[in-house]
Nanobody, 118 residues
Framework: QVQLVESGGGLVQPGGSLRLSCVASGRILNVYSFSTQSWYRQAPGKQRELVAQIRSRHKPNYGDSVKGRCTISSDNPKNTVYLEMNSLKPEDTAVYYC?????????WGQGTQVTVSS
């Protein structure tokens, strides 16, 4: 089992920036590494969509709506994945979820709310 805890969400004005963090824990992480580390988001009334993803031995992948404005990074010794978001827009308002795949099992965090509003 892997537990994921996200943080860093909140209220930000349009054009502002936020950095989300997701810390993973679980004994399985002593044996297996992450296959993927991702951030998804879900806005009210919309489907969950991929924001950014890191896959082992691949370049980061970004959703079209955030390309050029977001950066995903990971600190594997700390089992932490980050999402840096810049030039935020009201349409970025959503619950942001951390997702990882470890040993062919996928795990979701509880989500952190990001609200972009003046």
């Amino acid at each position: 089992q892997v537990q994921l805890v996200e943080s860093g969400g909140g209220l930000v004005q349009p054009g502002g920036s936020l950095r989300l963090s997701c810390v993973a824990s679980g004994r399985i992480l002593n044996v297996y590494s992450f296959s993927t580390q991702s951030w998804y988001r879900q806005a009210p009334g919309k489907q969950r969509e991929l924001v950014a993803q890191i896959r082992s031995r691949h370049k980061p992948n970004y959703g079209d709506s955030v390309k050029g404005r977001c950066t995903i990074s990971s600190d594997n010794p700390k089992n932490t994945v980050y999402l840096e978001m810049n030039s935020l827009k009201p349409e970025d308002t959503a619950v942001y979820y951390c997702h990882v795949v470890v040993a062919d099992h996928d795990y979701w965090g509880q989500g952190t709310q990001v609200t972009v509003s003046s």
